[in-house]
């Protein structure tokens, strides 16, 4: 049993749901968040607060509601963000915008939010729940690869930054799980002018991957065991055999080689 304080940001469905109820029944005392707490009962295990990722207000609120209430902030898990699908040329700049805003300069708001408090502890443990995705430009994908991407690699430095503070950063890239993310991620609409022929069919193998995946308490309970670790790694990927090998095979891979196998995946 442990009784860290944890935030979990997008708490309150999905993967963001899991990893409160998964820590909750280990023991932590976790307060998760939502955009729209009027649009949510409170759950029995965690308390759910009221915070948007997109407004630096509401994060101060919530995090200075939990330092109040414990007297400390142990755990930040940054899980919340959004989807986003379309062709690059006709994917609106004002949505990439808003991609960013949330799934980037989102969890840094949280972060710097957060690190005074951890700094007087002289300890704390931030995890960053990035994406598979975030590891390769995937096609129709591309904004979304690359928010997910540049929250890996800022994550990456914060962790060198901090360490001396006692405060260690991870990434945890899932690959695709079961949760709502379609209903509220934004698509570029299929359309018959559109020169992009391929994009309809490789959106609904998209949809179909999300809706046939796993369970997102595996995420739950990777988090759980990172937070088990003496010396955490820098980054950790959850998800099927195929999706973390995919990252290998990015790495390692000519990238024309590696192309090709994306294109052919999406029958490009």
């Given at each position: ?20 109820m ?14 729209n ?39 930040l ?47 704390g ?10 590891f ?133």
């Open positions: 049993m442990d009784n860290k304080v944890v935030l979990v940001t997008g708490g309150s469905s999905g993967i963001g749901r899991s990893i409160c998964f820590l909750s029944a280990k023991g932590y005392h976790v307060f998760g968040t939502t955009r707490l009027k649009n949510h009962e409170q759950p029995k295990t965690f308390e759910l607060l009221e915070l948007d990722v997109a407004q630096e207000a509401t994060i101060e609120k919530a995090v200075s509601y939990i330092i109040d209430k414990t007297g400390r902030l142990d755990v898990i940054n899980n919340a963000g959004v989807g986003i699908t379309g062709p690059l040329e006709e994917t609106p700049i004002t949505e990439m915008h808003h991609a960013f805003e949330t799934n980037l300069y989102g969890p840094m708001r949280v972060v710097q939010q957060v690190l005074p408090q951890m700094r007087q502890q002289k300890q443990f931030v995890i960053n729940i990035t994406s598979i995705a975030g390769m430009g995937l096609p129709y994908r591309g904004v979304y690869s690359a928010t997910k991407g540049a929250l890996e690699i800022t994550m990456e430095a914060l962790r060198m930054e901090v360490r001396g503070f006692g405060i260690t950063v991870a990434n945890l890239a899932p690959g695709d799980f079961a949760t709502n993310i379609a209903s509220g991620r934004y698509h570029v609409p299929a359309t018959e002018s559109s020169p992009y022929k391929t994009y309809q069919d490789t959106l609904e193998k998209i949809n179909d991957d999300v809706n046939h995946a796993a369970d997102p308490i595996l995420v739950a309970e990777k988090v759980h065991a990172i937070l088990q670790k003496r010396s955490p790694k820098v980054h950790y990927a959850v998800g099927s055999f195929m999706q973390k090998l995919s990252i290998t095979l990015k790495r390692f891979l000519p990238d024309k080689m590696f192309e090709k196998l994306l294109l052919n995946h999406y029958k490009l």
